[in-house]
Nanobody, 119 residues
Framework: QVQLVESGGGLVQAGGSLRLSCAFSGRTFSTYAMGWFRQAPGKEREFVARISRFGGNPYYADSIKGRFTISRDNVKNTVYLEMNSLKTEDTAVYYC????????????WGQGTLVTVSS
């Protein structure tokens, strides 16, 4: 069973930066593609970014493109989301998720970490 634990959320002023981490355990990390999603208050969960199992082909939502960077360390079994130039509309609970490399859906989710961007 895969376990995912996010960390790194917090309160930051608009224009600031945060780096989220997601620690993966329970299976072989490099057999899973990873993604970040977020859910703002009163809104549906939305896709933020994803990265393939060996770190290639990062893909981003248009709303964060150029400001966020997804990366992974297959030695540390961790995926990261570097968030720069944060905006108040980035306020949300951020979740990491794991998808087996040949699968079509994200099967495992973390508990989420709250990011609050103040004006």
């Amino acid at each position: 069973q895969v376990q995912l634990v996010e960390s790194g959320g917090g309160l930051v002023q608009a224009g600031g930066s945060l780096r989220l981490s997601c620690a993966f355990s329970g299976r072989t990390f490099s057999t899973y593609a990873m993604g970040w999603f977020r859910q703002a208050p009163g809104k549906e969960r939305e896709f933020v970014a994803r990265i393939s199992r060996f770190g290639g082909n990062p893909y981003y939502a248009d709303s964060i493109k150029g400001r966020f960077t997804i990366s992974r360390d297959n030695v540390k079994n961790t995926v990261y989301l570097e968030m720069n130039s944060l905006k108040t509309e980035d306020t949300a609970v951020y979740y990491c998720a794991a998808r087996y490399y040949s699968g079509t859906s994200y099967d495992y989710w973390g508990q989420g970490t709250l990011v609050t961007v103040s004006s």
